[in-house]
Each structure stands twice: as structure tokens, then as C-alpha cells.
């Protein structure tokens, strides 16, 4: 009944750009179809791993400031650590940063080069490939718009995207 009263208050026009509702998963496909609906979610914004060793340096120099770890290291010599952590998670990266700064603070010394690389070679990340590119395969198939992805995924056909659905699928129930 809760569900029901949701998705009647979500469907009813009144409501139309008087109230958001922001929906969180990374398993779309456990959500009943009748919610994911235009006129219910009508903007639909797939969120992936960092992809570039840049965009990875970001959320690592992001974790260093949050956290005010002292460090040496210049953005390019963070970059040029990440590049090495393709398929990270920001959990990921954060785990690395924060490993990397006890590190640091175990020799007694701000966070550096040294201690960074000793944190990446360190950190043992999640192995759930299948998984992972499932659920990145997901979030292809429900985003509500083309130029919301990234460019890798921009020109895939719906039957694309279907058929490396079923097959990661199958990867995981194998």
C-alpha cells in the first residue's frame, strides 16, 4: 500500500514542478518497472567510475582536503599514481588515500610519492567484475537520455545494450 500511495503521488499532475523525488540504486532492474515510468522519473542520471586517471586524481586531491592530510605530492604526480587505479570505485579511492595517509603518518612524514605507491600496490580492491559491469550495463539501459552518458556508451543500440546485459547476466549466475 506504501508503494501505491508513492507512485499515485508521484504520477499526480499537480505535483509537476512542485516536488522532486530522487531515487538512488545500482540495481535498477530490482525496482518495479511501473515507478521508472516517465511522468514518475522522468530524468533518469546513470553516475560511473571516474574513467580517466584525471578524474581519478580529483576524487583522490578531494579525499586529501576533506580528510587535511598533509601532502607533497602535485597534482600531476597524482594523476600519474591513478593512472594505475582504472575501474576504482570512489569507495576505492578513498580507501587507497586514506591507506596511503596512515602510511604517511606511520613513518612520520606528509603524504608522498612513497607512500602513495605503497598504498596502490597495498590496497586489494573488490573483485566483482561480472557484477560491476552488469550494473554499469544498467545504468545505460535506464538513463533517460544519450548525452547523459559517457561517450563510450553514447552510439550503443538498445539491442547493444541488451545483448551485454544478458551476457553479463549470465556471467553472474554462472
Do not use: H, W
Not at 596511503?100 to 600496490?121: C, K, M, S, Y
Amino acid at each position: 500500500r506504501v508503494i501505491a500511495r508513492l507512485k499515485e503521488f508521484m504520477s499526480d499532475p499537480e505535483n509537476r514542478g512542485r516536488v522532486v523525488f530522487i531515487l538512488m540504486t545500482n540495481r535498477p532492474d530490482k525496482l518495479d518497472s511501473d515507478i521508472k515510468r516517465p511522468g514518475r522519473l522522468d530524468r533518469k542520471i546513470p553516475f560511473f567510475y571516474a574513467e580517466t586517471a584525471a578524474e581519478r586524481a580529483a576524487v583522490i586531491a578531494a579525499i586529501f582536503r576533506r580528510y587535511a592530510i598533509p601532502c607533497t605530492l602535485s597534482a600531476e604526480a597524482i594523476e600519474e599514481a591513478c593512472a594505475a587505479l582504472e575501474g576504482y570505485s570512489n569507495a576505492d579511492l578513498e580507501a587507497v588515500a586514506l591507506l596511503a595517509a596512515e602510511f604517511a603518518e606511520r613513518a612520520g612524514v606528509p603524504l608522498d610519492a612513497e607512500r602513495l605507491g605503497q598504498a596502490i600496490g597495498d590496497f586489494m580492491p573488490p573483485q566483482e567484475t561480472a557484477m560491476l559491469r552488469y550494473m554499469e550495463m544498467l545504468a545505460v539501459s535506464e538513463t533517460s537520455r544519450r548525452s547523459l552518458l559517457p561517450q563510450r556508451f553514447r552510439t550503443l543500440s538498445a539491442q547493444d545494450v541488451q545483448t551485454r546485459l544478458a551476457e553479463f547476466r549470465r556471467q553472474i549466475n554462472s
